[in-house]
């Protein structure tokens, strides 16, 4: 079983920034493809950015040239840096991540953090 645990999130004015992370931790070869998901009430689950275990990098145009995702191979960890965020912003956002085990590949998602933007 894999774990995912996440930190940051909050409250913050328009134009603010935060920055989210999120920690795997379980019995695990390694990690594929991390990301972050956000789900606006009343709204589907969109994705919002992917890296690759390589470090290719994938962002929704929502979000492009504003979020930044990064990971940390050794520590099992990825990153989001919100920048310029805006009101539409705010979402439960969710980590997601690809664990390859020793007889298995499976996605898990973490309990989600709540980012508010608001004045």
């Known amino acids: 079983q894999v774990q995912l645990v996440e930190s940051g999130g909050g409250l913050v004015q328009p134009g603010g920034s935060l920055s989210l992370s999120c920690a795997a931790s379980?019995?695990?070869?390694?990690?594929?493809?991390m990301g972050w998901f956000r789900q606006a009430p009343g709204k589907e689950r969109e994705l919002v950015a992917t890296?690759?275990?390589?470090?290719?990098?994938n962002y929704a145009d929502s979000v492009k040239g504003r979020f930044t995702i990064s990971r940390d191979n050794a520590k099992n960890t990825v990153y989001m840096q919100m920048n310029s965020l805006r009101p539409e912003d705010t979402a439960v956002y969710y980590c997601?991540?690809?664990?390859?085990?020793?007889?298995?590949?499976?996605?898990?998602w973490g309990q989600g953090t709540q980012v508010t933007v608001s004045s």
């Open positions: 997601y991540a690809e664990a390859v085990g020793p007889n298995f590949v499976k996605g898990y």
């Open positions: 379980g019995s695990m070869f390694r990690l594929n493809a």
């Open positions: 890296i690759t275990g390589g470090g290719t990098t």
